[in-house]
C-alpha cells in the first residue's frame, strides 16, 4: 500500500521547490520595497531547515548515508543517478506542458485520447512483442535458455513505450522542424510525450501485479517459471491492487496535486503582477520551481511525479 518516504532528495526537493514557490510571489516586494536581499532570506530559511531547529534538512546524514551506502553496494551512485533522472525528466515534462497553447488538453482532447489510449496500447505489446520474441533467459539450476516469460516482457515493454520527450524535441524542434513538421502535429508529439511518461505506470503495474499474485504461468497458486515471485493471491488480488493503488491513488492523486499546484502558481503569479510584487526572474524560474516542488512531494507519498509536472504545466499556461 502507499507509504510516506521522506527520503533526503525527497525532502531537499520539498522543502527547496515550497521556499522558492512562495517566495517567488512577494520577491519584488522582498527586494526593492522592503531593502531585504535573496541571500538573508535564504540564510533565514536555511536556519529554519536546519539540524538545530526543525531538523528538516540534515546534509551531515544525507552525505555519511551515502557514503555507507558506498561501502556496501556495488553500485553506489545508483540511488543518486535516480533522483537526479526523475529531477530531470519532470522539469522537461513541465516545460513541454508550459509550451503547448492555452486550454490544449481541452481544445484537442480528442487526439490526445488517441496517443495515449490505443496508440500507447500499440506501443506497448509490440514493445512487449519484440522484447519477448527476441530475448531468452537462463533455465533452471543454469540450464539451456528458455524464452522470456511473457507478462516479463510486459513489463520491460512498459518501460520503454513511453516516448522520451527530450528526444521527441529533436523532430519538433530546430530549422529543418520549422520548415517540414506542421505546428499542430509538433505541438501534438509534444503533449504526447510528456504525457505518455507519467502514464507508463499503470502498463509496468500491470504486468508486476500479475507477476506478484499469479506468477509467470498465469494461474493462481502455482508459481511456474516464477515461483519465487511472491504472494498468489489471484486475479482479483491483482487487479484490485492496479486499479484502487495505481490508478486510484498514483494517477489520479498527481493529476489532481499537479492541477492544484498549477493553478495556484498561475493565479498567484497573477495577482502579484497586478500588485507589482514579483520580479521578471521570478516569472521564467516558475515553471521548474514548480517541477522541483512536485518532485519533492509526489515523492514522499509515492506518487507520479512527472505525470503531475506535466499537468502543473498544463494548469500553468492555462490562461
Known sequence: MPNVRPSHFNCICGVLGTFL?????????????????????????????????????????????????ESESSHPFEPVTHDFARLVLSIQVCLAGVQLPARYARTQWRALATMLGPGMVGMWLISSLFIWAIVCVPGETDGPLIRMPFLHALAVGACIAPTDPVLSNTIIKGRWADKHVPVPMAQLISAESGANDGLGYPFLYFALYLIKYLGTSGYAGEAGDGGAAGDWGGARSAMGMWFGEMWGFTIVLSVVWGVVVGWVA?????????????????????????AVLLVGTCGMVGSDDVLACFVAGNALSWE
Open 21 to 69: 514557490f512562495f517566495f517567488g510571489f512577494v520577491s519584488y516586494l522582498v527586494k526593492e520595497r522592503l531593502y531585504i536581499s535573496e541571500a538573508f532570506v535564504s540564510l533565514l530559511a536555511g536556519i529554519v531547515v536546519s539540524p538545530h531547529t526543525t531538523n528538516i534538512i540534515n546534509l551531515r546524514t544525507f552525505i555519511l548515508g551515502n557514503l555507507s551506502e
Open 266 to 290: 498561475r493565479r498567484g503569479l497573477k495577482v502579484a503582477k497586478s500588485l507589482h510584487y514579483v520580479d521578471k526572474e521570478s516569472v521564467f524560474a516558475t515553471t521548474v520551481v514548480v
